[in-house]
Nanobody
């Protein structure tokens, strides 16, 4: 059974950094596409960054390019999202997701989700 658990969210000032963690269990991490998504109330969930195992291609949304970095530790079954230079518009609930065959960083391509962790960027 695929399980994902996010942690590391919190309140941070603009320009600050956070590292989100996603603990994965029930599957072999390096065989799955993994994504970080975020959602604010009243808006659709959007893809932030995704990696697929077939070619290790990592996607970043334009809004986070150069600021966020997705990484994973297959030995520990952990996925991370390092977020730097945070902006108020990064405020959202962040979700980790997994799927063995996802190609694009679309919500519709992922079927296993964590419970989410709140990130608030505010002074």
């Amino acid at each position: 059974q695929v399980q994902l658990a996010e942690s590391g969210g919190g309140l941070v000032q603009p320009g600050g950094s956070l590292r989100l963690s996603c603990a994965a269990s029930g599957f072999t991490l390096n065989y799955y596409s993994i994504g970080w998504f975020r959602q604010v109330p009243g808006k659709e969930r959007e893809g932030v960054s995704c990696i697929r195992p077939s070619d290790n291609t990592t996607y970043y949304a334009d809004s986070v390019k150069g600021r966020f970095t997705l990484s994973r530790d297959n030995a520990k079954n952990m996925v991370y999202l390092q977020m730097n230079s945070l902006k108020p518009e990064d405020t959202a609930v962040y979700y980790c997701a997994a799927n063995p065959v996802a190609i694009e960083c679309y919500v519709s391509e992922y079927d296993s989700w964590g419970q989410g962790t709140q990130v608030t960027v505010s002074s």
